[in-house]
Structure formats: C-alpha cells, structure tokens
C-alpha cells in the first residue's frame, strides 16, 4: 500500500503543471456596463423582459437597446427576473446576458411614475419611458455607432474567450441543429428544416468563407 501512494506521489509530480502557470496575478475584471445602452443627458427607455431560450432572450434586449438609441434615449434596461437555475441545455441565462450586453442590461424593479409607450407616438413626450411590446420597429438602417458601442463593451470578455480549436488561419463554422424538441410531424412549417437543407447551408457558409468540406 505505501508503494501505491508514492506511486501516486511521483505521478503528481511529473505531471504538474510548469511554474508560468503557477502564482500568476488575478486578470483584471472587465467592466460590468453596457456602452451600447448609454446616451448621456437623455432620458432612458426601459423595455419589459421576454425570456426564452437565450439566445432570443440576448437578441430581444440588444433589439430594445438599438430602439432606444435609434429614438435618442439612453437605455435603461430590460425589466425582469431572470431564472438563477441552469435552463434549456444547462445555460445560466443571466450570466450569458451578462457577457453579451454587460451586467445592467436587466434591472428587477420598475421605475417609480414611469409612463408607458407600446408606438412611437407615446414616445413624443421625450420622457422616461417603458417600453411594453416585445417586438420594435426595424431600423431603417445599420447604426454603426452603436454596434461599435456594442463591441467595445464585450471586447474585454471576448477576448477572455480562448477558442483553443480554433488554429490561425482556418475558418470554423458552428451550426445550432435543433433536433428532439423540433420534429417534421409537430412543426412541419415553422421551425424545422430537413438534415439535407442544413448540409447544404453548411455547404455554402463554407464556399463563401473559402473553407474546405
């Protein structure tokens, strides 16, 4: 037995890990605010939380933030709880929010006297507003301004992000297939799309990014 355990011991050692990874100072926090939400000197337009999946949830906030700049507001965040539970595929939706739109994209409670608009008109009165519909108008146009704000905000945590797979000078493509909960026979025209469909969409994101199949 005591031949076993320093068996274990010298194993330990020849396998730890080199000293450059050993005792390196704690990187420093990237900020937690969404410079794509701010508009100083404006009043803030807060828009109603609509969980989904995460990436709808992402998507519904970061289209409120665009509305409200696109109408001259700072935006104040989506109103709402979200789950502190693992969800749909063991996501944290609250921490992927945080990374994508920055940690004040959601607040818990609505403002006090805060007046409510669901058109563009209600918003002619150039108040603090909430925002009730979960849709807005589209953009008449890409606002480059904000999407640049959009990037600088999640540049720190994206690049925390290593894509250890990823080798210099290829091109990796993700496809999301969305199999069990989307079948031929429930949703026949609404979500789901045959196996040869994807090949080929995959087929043609790789021809266009010069990837070899």
């Not at 063991?90 to 403002?111: H, I, K, N, S, Y």
């Not at 409510?116 to 009165?125: M, N, Y």
């Not at 480059?144 to 540049?155: E, H, T």
């Not at 079948?183 to 609404?190: A, C, E, M, R």
Request: with cysteine.
């Amino acid at each position: 037995m005591r031949l076993f355990f320093v068996a274990i011991a010298a194993a330990a050692r020849r396998h730890r890990r080199p000293s450059r990874y050993r005792h390196q100072p704690k990187a420093e926090a990237c900020a937690g605010d969404c410079p794509a939400c701010a508009l100083p000197h404006r009043p803030k337009l807060y828009s109603v939380l609509h969980v989904d999946g995460v990436g709808t949830t992402v998507k519904y906030i970061a289209e409120h933030a665009r509305f409200a700049r696109e109408q001259n507001y700072a935006y104040g965040g989506a109103i709402g709880t979200l789950p502190l539970t693992p969800q749909a595929h063991g996501v944290v939706q609250r921490q992927c929010v945080a990374w994508a739109l920055g940690t004040d994209a959601v607040v818990v409670r609505e403002p006090a006297g805060i007046s409510k608009a669901k058109s563009i008109s209600d918003l002619a009165s150039n108040q603090t507003v909430l925002w009730t519909e979960k849709h807005v108008p589209l953009a008449p146009k890409v606002d480059k301004a904000w999407l640049a704000d959009m990037r600088r905000g999640n540049a720190c945590r994206l690049g925390r992000a290593r894509l250890t797979y990823a080798r210099k000078g290829t091109v990796r493509v993700a496809a999301h297939l969305r199999r069990g909960d989307v079948d031929v026979s429930v949703q026949p025209s609404l979500r789901w799309v045959s196996d040869a469909c994807l090949v080929d969409a995959l087929g043609w994101v790789a021809g266009g990014g010069g990837a070899r199949a």
